[in-house]
């Protein structure tokens, strides 16, 4: 566990991917105009393509071959492949109808959410102040529910179907990028079969539109399979803990683009909501923090006997 921790390459993939998500609103917000599950099927084939272009070239295919050999664990990614469409399209809906400080929540809400799944399915247990930051997190999602008159849908879904996909992701046994061509490979006959109706009932936004939005729509592959592959590489290569404090990063630019760029609404009165979640980030980063020191020091005291004896 010592080693995942201190892995230069997982913690510099998992703060690229979430970085690139962070950003994504802007990216979206380009593509207003075109009905969200038109930009999710563009998303899945184009990322396909890509990735299985990148896996030809670098003779990855093999991988791949043996991945869709075992049926047990293809079940299992057309499950995650279902998590992570859900996932996409109540983004793509949120961050381009006027919802990026409400997606901003889900991934607030998420790092706390895998901590609940990781009492669940991973048998962790959690310490007086774990306990105290999900409590907060609970409190806080209360209240802003009574805040809006509404439960946050949008933010409660994206997190629970992302703390899904990553706990599922962490537990298989494949590799990311095979495991990522799968999931992509799996939803194509679905994706593609859609665009090509759109483009058959006259609805189709892929060459009926502006040269920047059938740019834009190709691009959604890249800056689709580039975070999640950073993503998946970086989860089995650090604690599931680690992954959620850096995922921190993603939902912080979502909610600056949100209030600075766009000029989304955020009250006073939200922005309490939020401070509770963020009072409950701050007190679970802390206790990493000191969990991760505590190890550290432990490992010093007991190499140090073995390097005076050698």
């Not at 959410?113 to 102040?129: A, C, D, Q, S």
């Not at 990063?249 to 909610?255: A, D, F, H, K, V």
Request: net charge positive; proline share 4%.
């Amino acid at each position: 566990m010592t080693t995942a921790r201190l892995s230069g390459r997982g913690l510099a993939a998992g703060a690229a991917a979430f970085t690139l998500w962070g950003m994504l609103p802007i990216y979206l917000h380009e593509l207003k105009d075109v009905p969200s599950l038109q930009i999710i099927a563009h998303r899945i084939v184009w990322s396909c393509f890509f990735i299985l272009g990148y896996m030809l070239l670098t003779g990855q295919i093999g991988a791949l071959r043996q991945t869709l050999g075992k049926p047990k664990l293809l079940g299992r990614l057309v499950l995650t492949a279902l998590l992570v469409t859900t996932n996409w399209l109540v983004y793509v809906w949120g961050a381009t109808h006027g919802h990026i400080v409400e997606t901003s929540l889900g991934y607030y809400i998420n790092p706390l959410v895998n901590v609940v799944l990781g009492i669940f399915f991973l048998h962790e247990r959690l310490n007086r102040v774990q306990w105290t930051a999900v409590t907060l997190a609970a409190i806080a999602v209360a209240y802003l529910t009574f805040e809006a008159g509404r439960p946050p849908w949008i933010a409660m879904t994206l997190a629970l179907s992302f703390s899904l996909y990553g706990l599922l992701r962490k537990v298989m046994s494949v590799e990311a990028l095979p495991g990522l061509a799968t999931e992509t490979l799996v939803l194509l006959p679905l994706a593609a079969t859609y665009i090509i109706w759109c483009e058959h009932v006259g609805v189709g936004a892929l060459g009926h539109s502006s040269p920047e939005v059938n740019s834009l729509l190709v691009g959604a592959g890249l800056v689709t399979a580039v975070p999640l592959f950073l993503f998946a590489y970086a989860a089995r290569l650090l604690p599931y803990s680690t992954v959620g404090v850096l995922q921190y990063i993603g939902p912080s630019l979502q909610l600056l683009s949100g209030v600075l760029l766009y000029h989304e609404s955020f009250t006073g009165a939200r922005a309490a909501g939020f401070a509770l979640i963020w009072l409950a980030l701050l007190l679970y980063a802390a206790d990493g923090l000191r969990g991760t020191r505590l190890e550290s020091v432990t490992a010093n005291l007991r190499e140090a006997p073995e390097s005076a004896a050698r």
